[in-house]
């Protein structure tokens, strides 16, 4: 029974939180090794460009609140991400057409667009918290909880009770089918093909007539609709503030990295290798010990090895080792 009580502490508060948050850094890494692969160069701006879906997710959200649409036990959030990606979407290509394409046609080198994509996101970052505040946003409605901790309880009389949220079911189940739609579009269908092409060498893609702008376009159209449905997910099942997606860039980042630059399966991978890497090691282990260990040798402290104020020091550690040890990845991306 202990035994049980100690894997229902660990799903609460390791488990299907790691999972959950794994989502959110993979979609978001998609996104980030989309432009590495395809455009060559490290978007800084991906996190604000999540922030950015997301403000206007949330503005749409709230006017359909106002207006009484609602999806019942779903946030009115999934109603309005539609909206949101619209947003991204025209933001996106409105800042190549601006920004990126003068810089691509003078064949600029890529640590040149890292450096205008560092511009580009406080450019970002200074618009949101303009229009919507620097503050916390609160955008969730419907039901909280598909099991809360007290129905666990009382379902199954242990002692410990699992508390699974609806932000957490949502998050998981759209991230199998934004990524299962995705590898379908690059592998099945001809604009896909045509920008792993790309991907794989520019010169032979041009030559087999491929329209390198067509390719551009369609990639920041990807990118737009990822951020803003990582952003949307990360905002209802944390919270919403826009310095919080420029601090989440580091992890995503990392994720991109480990998995391997360039590769989408290794986006996914290392996606879930820095969630869970920031919540074992940001976790107080002392309730689930306390169930394990032989009576009297319960432990006094938390035995927690870094407070979570610090769980982006995880992603960074982890970070400078790949960087270190195997630049490619796991997965064999392009090297950093």
Known sequence: MDLLNAFIALSNYVLIPGIAYGSQLALGALGVTLVYGILRFSNFAHGDTMAMGTMATILVTWLFQSMGLSLGFLPTALLALPFGIGFAILLLLGTDRVVYKFYREQKAKPVILVIVSL????????????????????????ERFIMSARDFKALTGLKEGLAFKTTQGITIVTAIIVVALLFWFL?????????????????????????????????????????????TLYGLDKSFKPFTYFQLLLPIFAAAIVGGLGSPVGAIAGGFVIAFSEV???????????????????????????????????SFVILLIVLLIKPTGLFKGKSV
């Open 187 to 231: 592998n099945k269908t001809r604009a896909g093909k045509s920008m792993r092409a790309y991907s794989d060498n520019e010169d032979l893609a041009l030559l087999s007539g491929i329209n390198p702008e067509r390719v551009v376009m369609i990639t920041w159209m990807i990118v737009a609709a990822l951020a803003t449905i990582a952003g």
């Open 280 to 314: 074992t090691i940001t976790y107080a282990w002392k309730k689930v010990l306390g169930y394990v260990m032989p009576e009297g040798l319960e432990p006094d402290g938390l035995v927690q090895l870094m407070s979570t104020d610090y769980k982006f020091a995880v």
């Open 119 to 142: 511009g580009v996101t406080f450019i970002y970052n200074g618009i949101t918290r303009f229009i919507i505040g620097a503050d916390d946003q609160n955008f969730l409605d419907g």
